[in-house]
C-alpha cells in the first residue's frame, strides 16, 4: 500500500509507469536489490498510455524492416549504422528477458513476445536496386543471419501465403520488376511492459513500489 512521506524515503524515484521506468526499476533492482524504488503514475495502472499495445505499433523495436534507417549515400552505398544500433539495443533487451525467464521471474515469455515473419516490399527499377544493396549490407553482420531477398510474388507466397495471395498496389502492378526482403527477427512484444518488471506491484491508482 501506499506509504507516508514519514515512513517512506524511496532510494529511486521514477516519473511514469511505463515500459521505459519498469525497466529501470527491474535493473536497478538486479543490481542492488535492497533499493527502495518508488514509481508515480498519474492514471489506473501502469503502461495505460505511450507503453500500451493499442497506442504504439505493439512491436520490439529491432530495425529490420524500416527502410528510412538505411539511407543510401551519394555514392550508392548503404548506412546500416543506425539500424545495427536499434538492432543491438534490442537484443540487450531481449538478453535481459532472457535473464528474467532463466532465474523464473517471467514464468511464460510467451504470455508478451512472439517471433513474427515480416517483409519490406517495393517496386520499381531503382527501388529494387536499393532493396537488393540493403540486403547485402545487413546480411554482411551476424545480427542479421537469417534474412532472405525475393523476387515477385510467387517467392513471397512461399514464405507468406496471406501476404503473397493479396492483390497488389496499383503502383506495383505497372512495374514488372519487384522485390521483397523477409526478416524473420522481428518481434512482438505487446504487454511486455508487466512481463519484463515481475516485481512490479500495484501500490494505489497513483503509487507503485518496487
Known amino acids: 500500500m501506499l506509504q507516508s512521506s514519514s515512513s517512506w524515503q524511496p532510494d529511486v524515484v521514477l516519473v511514469g509507469a511505463g515500459i521505459m521506468s519498469a525497466t529501470l526499476a527491474v535493473v536497478l533492482k538486479e543490481l542492488d536489490p535492497a533499493l527502495n524504488i518508488e514509481i508515480l ?18 512491436t520490439g523495436h529491432a530495425a529490420l524492416c524500416e527502410l528510412n534507417y538505411t539511407p543510401q549515400h551519394s555514392d550508392g552505398s548503404i548506412d546500416i549504422s543506425k539500424a545495427l544500433e536499434v538492432n543491438v539495443e534490442f537484443d540487450l533487451s531481449r538478453q535481459l528477458w532472457s535473464y528474467l525467464v532463466k532465474k523464473g521471474a517471467v514464468a511464460d ?18 527501388h529494387v536496386a ?8 545487413l546480411t554482411a553482420h551476424h ?22 495471395r493479396r492483390a497488389l498496389p ?27 518488471c515481475p516485481r512490479l506491484s500495484r501500490a494505489s491508482t497513483s503509487c507503485f513500489i518496487v
Open 41 to 58: 503514475e498519474t492514471l489506473g495502472g501502469a503502461a495505460e498510455e505511450s507503453s500500451d499495445a493499442w497506442n504504439n505499433a505493439g
Open 109 to 126: 515469455p510467451k504470455s508478451f513476445i512472439h517471433p513474427i515473419p515480416h517483409m519490406s516490399f517495393v517496386w520499381g527499377a531503382e
Open 130 to 137: 536499393f532493396l537488393r544493396k540493403r540486403y547485402a549490407a
Open 143 to 164: 545480427c542479421y543471419h537469417g534474412m532472405e531477398y525475393m523476387r515477385g510474388q510467387a517467392e513471397a507466397r512461399r514464405v507468406d501465403p496471406a501476404r503473397g
Open 170 to 196: 496499383e503502383g506495383a502492378r505497372r512495374h514488372r520488376r519487384r522485390a521483397a526482403a523477409r526478416e524473420r527477427l522481428m518481434f512482438e512484444s505487446t504487454g511486455a511492459v508487466h512481463a519484463s
